[in-house]
């Protein structure tokens, strides 16, 4: 059973940087795709970045392109997000999730594509 739990979480002022790690568990990621999402209450999840787990192949929505930067680490099964020039409608719980394969962008920013999700984290961007 595939398993993703975030870390790396919390508050920070405006302008700040947060790292958020996935650690990922219980089956064989060579041919993964890992993904982050955000969501706000009362919104659809969006997409953030993802990553293929052994190509090191990026694509990152244009909203964070710039200030987010999505990488793995294979030896220790996680993928990271870092998180700059932070901005109050950074706010949000924050996802990691995985699918087999990669695929084109609008594939790729589909959560429902995405089988495997982490519970979530919560990132609070003070003003």
């Known amino acids: 059973q595939v398993q993703l739990v975030e870390s790396g979480g919390g508050l920070v002022q405006a302008g700040g940087s947060l790292r958020l790690s996935c650690a990922a568990s219980?089956?064989?990621?060579?041919?993964?795709?890992m993904a982050w999402f955000r969501q706000v209450p009362g919104k659809e999840r969006e997409f953030l970045a993802a990553i293929t787990w052994s190509g090191g192949t990026i694509y990152t929505a244009d909203s964070v392109k710039g200030r987010f930067t999505i990488s793995r680490d294979n030896a220790k099964n996680t993928v990271d997000l870092q998180m700059n020039s932070l901005r109050p409608a950074d706010t949000a719980v924050y996802f990691c999730?995985?699918?087999?394969?990669?695929?084109?962008?609008?594939?790729?920013?589909?959560?429902?594509?995405?089988?495997?999700w982490g519970r979530g984290i919560q990132v609070t961007v003070s003003s």
């Open positions: 999730a995985t699918k087999t394969g990669w695929g084109y962008p609008p594939a790729l920013r589909r959560g429902r594509d995405y089988p495997y």
């Open positions: 219980g089956g064989t990621f060579s041919s993964y795709t």
